[in-house]
């Protein structure tokens, strides 16, 4: 038999790395170009005891419980609640934007009636997204989303796809909907957890089987090679029966239809010698000149002990990918829109010619998949992975 590799250890990579080992009792190498393993989701301890996540906040939020079930295989789960805040004209308002938030930016009084059109409008809706809103029948309404998107949406999707509301796939303005109740929850999803012990064990845990070997800090582009006669992708000058490839899809194909557009963020931290520094665990700043966010990472509860005099915020300045950068240099959201749809398409459709190759995951498959999404998807692609390899 020949060699299996998987490129990338984010979840995409270690769940079918995971499955293959596991349940096709193959050998299997996980190739990352990173030093470490967990993708996106890697977590470390700074010298304070601070659990941070390197790449920016990551929450598990789903309604399915299977995916709670598989990764409760990994790790112990602690339920965290993602709560925030956003900081509006000089006031901290609930985030995602709700009734108490209507009561915080017109006033109690005024958000009385406008409650009333409200409830009446969306009678049995949870969460109502800021376009329909501006296009409420009701006058008031249309005027309250308008003074949201303006002060809000606007403003955060300039700064975040550094693109107009109108340039924004219409996804990226849904994903924020406002609570029709005075829900806190940033999402209103049934499940929401935390590794307890942060998500790096999960991954380790993940990754730890006598099938698995990890081979960090190796860029698997300097090993992949395409055999156009046979139609197969070699891997160090040898036939490998199946690549897993987690990576950008562009990038395996040398950009020869052009780069695809990501944004990434430069994550500025601070610390002070405070038991506390934000009221909440996140508070977004729409209307800041730069930055979009700030965490506070000691405020999340993985049910470990951080009560120290010292916190810490990491500020998210976004910026336009560019690997060749400094700063900016990984690549975080793709940035969806039809014209690099397309572009995505021309590059699936050369894989796609390839008979031993899988392309799985957030960059491979230039998806915003959320960690729920992504999870689910790798373990429908261990499907496919198997009819290749059996
Ligand atoms: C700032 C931010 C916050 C987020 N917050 C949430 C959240 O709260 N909840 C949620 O559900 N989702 C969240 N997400 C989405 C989540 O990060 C993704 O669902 C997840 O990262 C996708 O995992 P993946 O394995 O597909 O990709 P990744 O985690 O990106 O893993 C890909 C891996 O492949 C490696 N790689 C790439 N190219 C090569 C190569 N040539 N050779 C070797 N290795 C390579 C990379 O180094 C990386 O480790 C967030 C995303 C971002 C950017």
């Known amino acids: 038999m020949g060699e299996i590799i998987v490129v990338g250890s984010g979840f995409s990579g270690s769940i079918l790395a995971r499955k293959i080992a596991e349940e ?40 399915k419980y299977f995916i709670i079930e598989f990764l409760e295989k990994y790790a112990k789960l602690y339920p965290h609640q993602t709560k925030l805040l956003s900081f509006v004209d000089n006031k901290y308002v609930r985030l995602p934007f709700n009734f108490e938030t209507v009561q915080q930016l017109v006033g109690p009084k005024k958000a009385e009636g406008l409650l009333a059109k409200m409830r009446e409008e969306y009678a049995s809706r949870d969460r109502v ?63 929401q957890y935390l590794p307890k012990e942060g998500f790096t064990k999960l991954f380790e845990n993940m990754l730890n089987h006598p099938n698995i070997k990890v081979e960090l800090n190796t860029d698997a582009l300097d090993y992949i090679a395409f055999d156009d006669e046979k139609k197969i992708i070699t891997y160090d000058g040898k036939d490998v029966d199946l690549l897993v490839f987690t990576g950008a899809i562009d990038e395996l194909f040398q950009l020869k239809y052009g780069r695809l557009p990501y944004r990434s963020l430069d994550i500025r931290y601070t610390y002070e010698k405070k038991k506390s520094i934000l009221p909440s665990e996140i508070v977004s700043y729409p209307q800041a000149k730069g930055y979009t966010r700030s965490t506070e990472y000691k405020k999340l509860t993985y049910g470990i002990d951080q009560d120290i005099n010292i916190s810490m915020i990491a500020t998210e300045y976004p910026l336009e990918y560019n690997p060749e950068n400094e700063v900016g240099n990984t690549p975080y959201y793709p940035t969806v829109t039809e014209e690099n749809f397309k572009l995505y398409e021309k590059y ?41 390899l059996t």
């Not at 890697?42 to 906040?57: C, S």
């Not at 029948?137 to 998107?149: A, H, P």
């Not at 955060?156 to 609570?179: H, I, L, N």
Request: aromatic share 12%; glycine share 6%; hydrophobic share 30%.
């Open 24 to 63: 096709l009792d193959r050998s299997v190498t996980v190739v990352e170009k990173r030093s470490h393993i967990g993708g996106n989701m890697y977590d470390y301890y700074d010298e304070n005891g601070i659990l941070i996540q390197k790449y920016g906040p990551h929450f598990l939020n789903t309604n």
């Open 129 to 191: 997204p800021i376009m329909e809103l501006l296009n409420s029948k009701n006058e008031d309404v249309r005027e309250y989303g308008k003074l949201l998107f303006d002060k809000c949406y606007k403003t955060y999707v300039a700064k975040q796809w550094g693109k107009t509301p109108e340039e924004v796939d219409s996804s990226v303005m849904d994903r924020v909907p406002m609570a029709m109740n005075y829900d806190e929850r940033y999402l209103n999803k049934d499940f």
């Open 348 to 388: 699936k459709k050369e894989a796609e010619e390839y008979g031993n190759i899988i392309l799985c995951g957030r960059l491979a498959e230039y998806r915003y998949y959320n960690m729920d999404i992504c999870i689910e998807h790798a373990l429908e692609k261990f499907e496919t992975v198997k009819e290749i």
